[in-house]
Structure formats: C-alpha cells, structure tokens
C-alpha cells in the first residue's frame, strides 16, 4: 500500500519458522490461497505455496531469500531492477487462466481497462520481493490481488523500483548512495517485463499512486488495520506530497 514505510514495520506481526510463514488472516485470504495454488499449478516457484487458513491465521511456506528492510541494497544495480521486471511478467503471464470460485472475497476492486486484463499483486514493491543477491527470486504478500491490467501493476512498481520520489527520499529511505538514474531505471525495467502497450510513465505512475490512497482511505473508514491508524497519522497528505511531486518531475521518470 502507498506507506510502505510502515507497512514494513507491519512484517513484524509475521513470524517465520522452520520455513512456514504464520501471519493474520482476512476475509479475502482464501481467495488468495486458492490463486496460489492455481500459480503454483502452472509451476511457479516464485509464490508462496499455502499450507491453510486456521481461524485468523494463515500458514505458507516461506520462500528463502532477503526481504522487509533487508531488500533495499539488492536493487539498486541494474541486474536487479531487471530481474524483478522479468519475474514480474512471469507472474501475470501464469495468471491470465485463473477463474475466482462463487463467492471470492477480495481486499482491491477491480481495475477496468480495454487493455489485457491479468491477475495484479496491487503491491510490488521491494519490500514484497524475496532476494537473492541482485536476483528477485520470489513475489509474497497477495492481500490486494484484483484483476486488472498490467500496467496497474507495472506502474505501482516503478513508483518503488526508479524510485518515482524526491532524491531526499532517493538517499535517506531507499538507500542509494547517490541520487539515481531514475529514467534509467525506468527502461531497464520495461525493457526486461517486456511488451506492454505504450503509456505515460509519470501520468500512469501518478494515477496508480492515487488509486492506492483511494483504497486506502476506504480501508481506514472501514476499520481496517493498518490503514485506519496510516490515515489518522496523516498518509493522505504526504502521498497526495508524493503525487504532486510525480507529475511535476515527469521527465526525471521519462525513458
């Protein structure tokens, strides 16, 4: 969701033990495992494989590799930037068959498009990524599966993967050690997802950003947690910060 800041900090309500994940459970998590399962019958090792859902708490085998806070470093070359474009192409091309059962509960409403609809994460970022070295070797966390097109997620991504932010968050949050090539950034990770119809990186980047707040505020008006405390913090005025900033430093994000 759009404060990953703090949606980081939330992998602390998840444990990780002799290689299960245990994390809460919602009324959308087993839709999601069953797109799991549908994912992991088209033999793609790249998500987690669900165990079960008891009670509140859902169970998944954990896929190995560096996550959370852990992820930043692995990025920030090229080779990272690309393979996760690669395994995220990956992951909608295996997608496109899925049929949700009578009665599937999702977090995110669908994205309508006359573009080709897929199965999108609604989340990728870093963060959601397992590593290995400058590898993205896994894409966790579905709990804002929807349908959509491909490049709701691929824009979602580039906000996080250029990084589509001021250089002070470029330096101090993403880590980098100088300001990035952010256009540069931007075509590595297209040129490895692949063919996509042709879009407006920063207008597509901005509108993404405020289709996250908007899912978010509904969320925190709802009740639901983490959003509801995001909100009342103040998250909607720094990413409605963040979207001005995106438009208006579009060419920064222009391959």
């Known amino acids: 969701m759009a404060a990953a800041e703090d949606g980081i900090d939330a992998l602390r309500r998840i444990s990780i033990e002799r290689g299960v994940v245990t994390r809460p459970a919602s009324a959308w998590t087993p839709t999601v495992h069953g797109f799991l399962r549908y994912m992991g019958r088209q033999g793609l090792k790249c998500v987690p494989e669900p165990i079960a859902v008891d009670g509140n708490v859902e169970r998944l085998v ?12 692995h990025q920030h ?28 509960v999702f977090c995110a409403p669908e994205v309508v498009s006359g573009a080709e609809m897929v199965w999108c994460h609604g989340d990728v970022g870093p963060w959601n990524m397992a590593w290995v070295g400058d590898e993205a070797v896994g894409l966790f966390d579905w709990d804002f599966l929807h349908r959509g097109p491909r490049v709701d997620d691929v824009a979602y991504a580039l906000q996080w993967f250029a990084p589509a932010r001021s250089d002070e968050h470029a330096l101090k949050w993403h880590h980098f050690p100088a ?15 692949g063919e996509l119809p042709a879009f407006d990186v920063g207008e597509a980047i901005a509108s993404r ?24 913090e103040g998250s909607q005025v720094r990413g409605a910060a963040e979207v001005r900033w995106v438009r208006e430093n579009a060419e920064l994000l222009t391959p």
């Open 77 to 104: 070359s090229e080779a990272g930037v690309r393979s996760a474009g690669r395994l995220l192409r990956r992951v909608h091309d295996a997608s496109v068959g899925w049929e949700p059962p009578q009665g599937a």
């Open 62 to 73: 954990a896929i190995e590799g560096d996550a959370g806070r852990d992820c930043w470093g």
């Open 209 to 232: 950003m405020e289709m996250t707040m908007a899912l978010e505020l509904s969320l925190a008006e709802a009740g639901v947690e983490p959003q509801r405390s995001w909100v009342a």
């Open 179 to 193: 300001v990035p090539d952010r256009a540069g950034r931007v075509r590595a990770f297209l040129e490895a997802y």
